[in-house]
């Protein structure tokens, strides 16, 4: 049994041989899935970073970690079947009110499809993607697109509501995977900002359930209680 930071003891998950889970952490930082993952007992296996800072920041925290730096140019292909978990959020500058929003236009967001070629190579466990809300409402239908790769699906999925708009929380299936996403807030998370992104969680067929991971279970059954006479 592994303890916190204030010595709370903290369950260890492990993966169904027993071991503890692996994870691969793309678009890295300087790492907030380690820093999230460690106490659980989780072992990273690689990092993905090309900015200097916190190329430094990694080496100096994980020396036993390699970082692969552009994560579109290297071979993933080696990692199949061997990670649990591969995470990673891909830059939000493309589709962020904060940018020029040009999306697919923009080559840091076409950086998603080279994630998804990356997953599809990995074939991971699960796999986690995180973005901002503004990705679920560009004209090109980034989302659609993205989601349709990661499943398997012949064509860009289409949204139903109006103007291409995705909804906040939803799951889509295809012959490669499933995936369900939903949009988060940190402040509810124990951080002390309103911080709202996009939460996605795949699996390819070997997986726990995305939409079990990610969605609530109603916490009471929906029986109408039977009328009585007024005492």
């Known amino acids: 049994m592994k303890h916190d930071n204030d010595n709370r003891p903290v369950a260890v998950a492990s993966n169904a041989e027993g071991e503890p889970l692996t994870f691969i952490s793309m678009f890295s930082g300087i790492e907030a899935a380690s820093v999230a993952f460690g106490p659980l007992g989780w072992k990273a296996l690689a ?27 290297h071979d993933w292909a080696q990692y199949r079947g061997k990670v649990d978990i591969v995470c990673g959020g891909p830059p939000c500058q493309a589709f962020s009110v904060a940018g020029l ?17 990356a997953l599809h190579a990995i074939k991971p466990r699960n796999a986690i993607v995180e973005n901002v809300p503004g990705w679920l409402n560009t004209p090109d239908n980034a989302f659609g697109c993205f989601l349709a790769g990661l499943v398997g ?21 295809g012959p490669e995977g499933r995936a369900a996403w939903r949009i988060l807030d940190a402040q509810y998370f124990g951080l002390a900002q309103r911080r709202r992104r996009v939460i996605v969680i795949a699996d390819f067929g070997i997986g726990a359930d995305p939409a079990s991971v990610l969605f609530e279970c109603e916490g009471v059954q929906r029986h109408t209680p039977p009328s009585r006479e007024a005492g």
């Open 153 to 173: 699906a012949d064509a860009p999925l289409v949204s139903s509501l109006k103007r291409g708009r995705w909804p906040d929380a939803g799951m889509v299936a």
């Open 101 to 117: 929003r040009n999306s697919m236009a923009d080559a840091r967001g076409n950086l998603y499809l080279s994630y998804m070629s």
């Open 47 to 73: 990092f993905a970073e090309i900015e200097k800072f916190p190329s430094a920041v990694l080496a100096h925290h994980y020396p036993d970690v390699p970082n692969v730096g552009d994560m579109s140019k």
